[in-house]
């Protein structure tokens, strides 16, 4: 890993994970740096955001780099269930579109009911994939939703890891995975 950036960190795990046979799920598009990454090592991206800026900087990066295994949505990924039920890599990368309104956020109450609808739906042995960012007010409240919502996991069914570069900076981005067990384990 050339960067430390807890983004970089969580990409090399995807990369050690995904294959070409994986049906993948963005639930934050974003600039669609991420999507991109996905859409490289997976057979199929479903990429999620709320605002039109984040579709057309996504939809632009991806012809860019002539890659068309991906469906852009715009709309809220609580909508999931309305365009995938099988995939067995989810993906979210929380807080605001950079070099936009900041004012526009995640929401600790769309993330998590998002977060048990592909929780339900995750193929067996698939990973959950969320960079989270208390550095700012809302992601500070967000963090804070997600951790108890965290602690009431089933963890006969789940696995969760928290990985953080605690000495970075003050208040930094974290990452969580979530692993849904096989049943024969």
């Given at each position: 890993m050339k960067n430390t950036h807890i983004i970089?960190?969580?990409?090399?795990?995807?990369?050690?994970?995904?294959?070409?046979?994986?049906i993948v799920v963005d639930m934050t598009m974003g600039n669609g740096y991420d999507t991109l990454f996905l859409?490289?090592?997976?057979?199929?991206?479903?990429?999620?955001?709320?605002?039109?800026?984040?579709?057309?900087?996504?939809?632009k990066r991806l012809k860019d780099n002539e890659i068309q295994n991906v469906k852009l949505i715009l709309d809220s990924h609580e909508c999931?269930?309305?365009?995938?039920?099988?995939?067995?890599y989810v993906v979210y990368n929380l807080g605001y579109l950079p070099n936009a309104d900041k004012t526009i956020t995640t929401s600790s109450s769309s993330?998590?009911?998002s977060?048990?609808?592909?929780?339900?739906?995750?193929?067996e042995g698939g990973i959950i994939f969320m960079v989270i960012y208390p550095g700012?007010?809302?992601g500070k409240i967000e963090s804070a939703d997600l951790e108890k919502f965290f602690k009431t996991v089933d963890h006969r069914y789940f696995k969760v890891v928290k990985t953080n570069l605690p000495y970075q900076?003050?208040?930094?981005?974290?990452?969580?995975?979530?692993?849904?067990?096989?049943?024969?384990?």
């Open positions: 970089d960190i969580a990409h090399h795990l995807m990369h050690a994970y995904i294959t070409k046979d994986d859409a490289q090592i997976s057979k199929f991206v479903y990429a999620f955001d709320i605002q039109g800026q984040a579709l057309e900087i996504t939809q999931i269930k309305n365009y995938a039920s099988q995939y067995k993330t998590i009911n977060l048990k609808i592909v929780m339900e739906d995750l193929l700012h007010e809302e900076h003050l208040n930094p981005p974290y990452l969580v995975m979530i692993y849904k067990k096989e049943l024969n384990q």
